[in-house]
């Protein structure tokens, strides 16, 4: 987000202005060298983000009265904090003066607690804010920081419960491969699945990810050690049992595409954010052709045999005829549709398998995704956004 420090006032903004220092490239944060003991000597009196006694004394005849913005940069030097005064909370990112604006960098982390995996939102924004202020480096306005803060990039977040999450990220991974010519379907680590637009991208481009994962598969990498202990277990194991899809939005025409359709420039606020009512998510997986009228279709046009009551066994499932389709789709690569087929059987098929049985496999006549449409079903009508 950035804060136009044009506002200041209005939003009682202060800063401790002793705990930053003078930097000409702000948004690269502070180095384990970049210490007040280091920085704050004899030789750099005015290192510091305090105004010098030239400075204040054109901030006091008011000569920029009428240049409201330059009066800002003056007032508000470029900066960013000491590396030992930057007091980490996690969930807290990087936050600096640059250019007469207050720029700060968030994330669902912020919100977390034990046994909550922590996410922003309306209920939590105050909170949120409030951990920012913590720091002693700031201190601000929630209500008017809301309504004039400009959201730079968001990742929106729909996290759902289930109980097999493995399988329900499969069942995502054996429909994706279909959209490659409009999409990069790759592996987000070893627990999901990133999905990037194709094309040439400019900066009218909207620049946007998708990805679909194990959250509990994630927080168990290294360096989410911190976040583990402030979540206990009890959070572990909600995270165990969570698929997070998260849409990442980079630039100014990603946020209008999901979140502003009807605006043709700029941004939103932070106040507009939390008030938004459209369903990006939702809008993103219909441009991949996940929606539950094409299920429904999936359903009524190929499904025979009754689903979630019992597995079919290995022999059953050869007999079934969705695969060659599956196969024909995917150039008969067995490894393109493989997360099918372990959702399917409910086990873990091996790639030898396929080489022994290539050729009948690509014979099996029955339905179409019995079980990975029930999966991708029950997913969508959990989801509000």
């Given amino acids: 987000m950035k804060f136009s420090l ?12 002793n705990l930053f220092f003078r930097s000409g490239t702000p948004h690269i944060p502070a180095q384990r060298h970049e210490t007040m003991a280091m920085l704050y000597r004899e030789s750099h009196p005015y290192s510091k983000m305090t105004l010098t006694e030239d400075e204040q004394k054109i901030l006091d005849l008011g000569t920029y009265e009428d240049q409201i913005y330059r009066r800002a940069r003056l007032r508000f030097p470029n900066a960013k904090p000491f590396f030992d005064t930057h ?10 003066f640059k250019n007469g604006e ?6 669902g982390k912020i919100a977390s607690g034990r046994g909550v995996l922590g996410l922003i939102n309306n209920n939590t924004i105050d909170q949120s804010l409030d951990v920012l202020k913590s720091t002693g480096l700031v201190t601000f306005n929630n209500n008017v920081f809301k309504n004039r803060a400009e959201v730079l990039s968001v990742h929106i977040t729909n996290d759902l419960t289930d109980s097999n999450v493995n399988t329900a990220v499969k069942s995502f991974s054996s429909v994706l491969p279909m959209r490659t010519d409009k999409y990069n379907v790759l592996k987000y680590g070893n627990n999901g699945y990133e999905i990037l637009a194709r094309g040439r991208q ?18 168990k990498e290294r360096h989410h050690e911190k976040y583990r202990k402030h979540i206990g277990e009890s959070g572990i194991e909600l995270a165990g049992n969570t698929i997070r899809m998260e849409l990442r939005l980079k630039n100014f025409p990603a946020i209008r595409k999901f979140l502003a359709p009807d605006r043709e420039k700029g941004t939103l606020t932070l106040a ?5 009512k459209q369903t990006p998510i939702i809008e993103m997986l219909k441009l991949l052709d996940i929606t539950s009228e094409k299920l429904k279709e999936a359903r009524g046009k190929y499904i025979t045999m009754v689903e979630n009551e019992e597995y079919p ?14 196969l024909e789709l995917n150039d008969y690569s067995l490894d393109k549709v493989r997360s099918y087929i372990e959702v399917e059987i409910n086990h873990k098929t091996h790639s030898t398998y396929f080489k022994e049985k290539r050729d009948i496999l690509q014979r099996y006549i029955t339905c179409y995704m ?5 999966t991708l079903t029950a997913i969508l009508e959990a989801m509000s956004y």
């Fill in 6 to 17: 044009i506002y200041a006032n209005e939003a009682n903004f202060n800063v401790n202005s």
């Fill in 87 to 96: 007091n980490h909370r996690l969930g807290l990112g990087h936050f600096y």
């Fill in 102 to 107: 207050f720029i700060v960098n968030i994330f």
């Fill in 202 to 219: 400019t900066k009218q481009t909207p620049n946007y990810e998708f990805c679909i994962y194990n959250k509990g598969a994630e927080i």
């Fill in 272 to 276: 507009e954010l939390l008030a938004c």
């Fill in 313 to 326: 066994t290995q022999a059953e499932f050869e007999r079934m005829h969705g695969l060659i389709r599956l």
């Fill in 370 to 374: 019995p079980q990975t449409v029930a």
